[in-house]
Structure formats: C-alpha cells, structure tokens
C-alpha cells in the first residue's frame, strides 16, 4: 500500500531577514563612520578655496582659550596637550623615520599667527614641509 504526501516542499526563499541583515549592517556602518573624527579637538578652523593634496603624517594643533590668553599644543590629536619647549623633541622623534617629513598645523581661527609662525620655524630649522590645514569654503 502506497502513501502519499499531500504537503510539497516549497523551493522559495524569503528575502526578509536578508533585507533586516542589511538594514543593521547599514545603520552600523552609519554610526560608526560619524563617531570616526580626525580632529580629536574641536577647532574652528580658517576658510580656504585651495586644497592640497599632500599627505601628513603627524598632526600639531594650536588650540586658544581666549578667557586665560593661553594656548596647548596637542600631537596627533592626543587630549593630553605638549609643552612648546617639548613641541620639536617629539616631531623629530615621529619625523624621523620618514622620507619626505610633513607635518600638518591645525590651528583654531582665534589663534595669532605669531604662533603658527613659530611651528613654522621648528619646521624650518628641521627641514619639514609644512601643511596648514583649513575648512574648505
């Protein structure tokens, strides 16, 4: 006696987890590219039309608070801020293995050029390329 089936399996495929998956991927990929920040410091920086294509290694930023007059100096975007005096020890400690030394100056807009202007002579005593970072206009 034979016996039949009635049921048929079925050879669909249902997209809807597929589309969950990509929609969390999504929203993860979302989130976490806003919290990735080059610029650990909030700076107001200064507005240019020109860019430069140049890559720097090391990162210098000028950050003024105006209430006290002062000014720290922060390597690589590091919260903990640097001495002047220890400003060009460090640069020729990370400069040194590189074959075209550049570093980059991010300076807030408040900031006097007198200031930018002595990281531009460190540079120059060493023989650095300098890149003045700016916000595009």
């Known amino acids: 006696m034979a016996i039949k089936r009635n049921t048929k399996v079925l050879s669909e495929f249902s997209m809807s987890s597929m589309t969950d998956i990509v929609f969390l991927l999504l929203i993860f990929f979302l989130v976490t590219s806003t919290l990735v920040n080059p610029n650990a410091l909030k700076l107001l920086l200064p507005k240019s039309t020109g860019q430069v294509s140049a890559k720097a290694t090391v990162s210098v ?3 003024h608070y105006q209430e ?3 000014f720290t100096y922060h390597i690589n975007g590091e919260q ?4 002047f005096d220890q ?3 460090e640069l020729n400690g990370l400069l ?3 074959e075209d030394p550049t570093f980059s100056i991010y300076s807030d807009e408040t900031v ?3 200031e930018v202007v ?7 005593r060493n023989h650095y390329k300098v890149i003045l970072a700016t916000s595009p206009e």
Do not use: D, Q
Not at 80 to 83: H, K
Not at 118 to 124: C, E, F, G, H, T
């Open 96 to 98: 040194m293995t590189e």
């Open 80 to 83: 903990t801020p640097v001495r």
């Open 118 to 124: 002595k990281l531009m002579n460190i540079a120059k």
């Open 68 to 70: 006290t007059g002062t």
């Open 61 to 63: 930023s000028i950050k």
């Open 112 to 114: 006097p050029i007198g």
């Open 87 to 89: 400003i060009e020890g």
